[in-house]
């Protein structure tokens, strides 16, 4: 067994733990005061500048940050969630919340850093009060989400619920339906997983999460099952 496998069994036993302790109680997350833009390539950077002022969709009438994604642009490891709430219109950066926190610790727990994997979501403007995005506001843009995949053109794509899962994979199955299987998006494999704002909600999902996030760690190192 290598360093790495050892301290990855170790950061692992750790997630498990505070998932299987984490008592789902919302806490106020620390955000940054000032609008974080994620430090792209390139081409990423031109890419967000093209959309930053996107009008497509009736989300843009009332958002306070345009939330494109965060990370390294060329990141092995994609996480792509459904649309920003409060906490990310107010900052300009997806997962920072309560539930940004929990997925933080997921991303750690895998031996890796935020800075390490790239964050987004389906929809880049807030959809009012918290809802689900539309089936209209998903379709206008998606093209957007494409276009992210093939600039960072990670690995693996966890799809964090049923709308991200939905959108990409233009299915109406349910989320436990789609687990435990690879799916496609882009011409990337996607894994589907528990959205860690429903682990604030139902701990009991914990478990399951966490046997995705050792999933899609092993396909990260290329381990064949
Ligand atoms: S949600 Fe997407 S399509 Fe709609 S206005 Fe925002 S960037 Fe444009």
Redesign the pocket.
């Known amino acids: 067994m290598t360093e790495l496998d050892v301290s990855w069994q170790r950061a692992a036993a750790r997630l498990l733990d505070d998932l299987v302790a984490f008592e789902g109680a919302c806490f106020v997350a620390p955000v940054p005061a000032t609008p974080v833009v994620a430090p792209a390539s390139d081409e990423l950077s031109r890419f967000r500048a093209e959309?930053c002022q996107?009008?497509?969709?009736a989300?843009?009438a009332g958002?306070q940050h345009?939330v494109f994604g965060t990370g390294d642009p060329r990141a092995r490891l994609m996480f792509v969630g459904e649309a920003p709430g409060a906490d990310e219109d107010r900052v300009g950066e997806p997962f920072v919340g309560a539930a940004g926190q929990l997925l933080t610790r997921i991303i750690e727990a895998m031996g890796l850093s935020r800075d390490q994997v790239y964050i987004c979501n389906v929809?880049?403007?807030r959809p009012p009060g918290n809802r689900e995005p539309q089936a209209d506001?998903v379709a206008?843009?998606a093209p957007?989400l494409q276009r992210q995949v093939e600039l960072v053109a990670p690995r693996l794509i966890v799809a964090l619920g049923r709308t991200a899962a939905a959108a990409m994979l233009q299915t109406d199955a349910a989320l436990h339906a789609l687990r435990g299987r690879l799916h496609s998006f882009a011409g990337v494999p996607v894994l589907v997983t528990y959205h860690p704002a429903a682990l604030l909600r139902h701990p009991e999902w914990k478990r399951p999460t966490w046997e995705d996030v050792k999933w899609a760690r092993r396909e990260l190192d290329g381990v064949v099952l």
């Open positions: 959309i996107c009008s497509r969709c989300l843009a958002r345009f929809v880049k403007c506001e206008a843009c957007y």
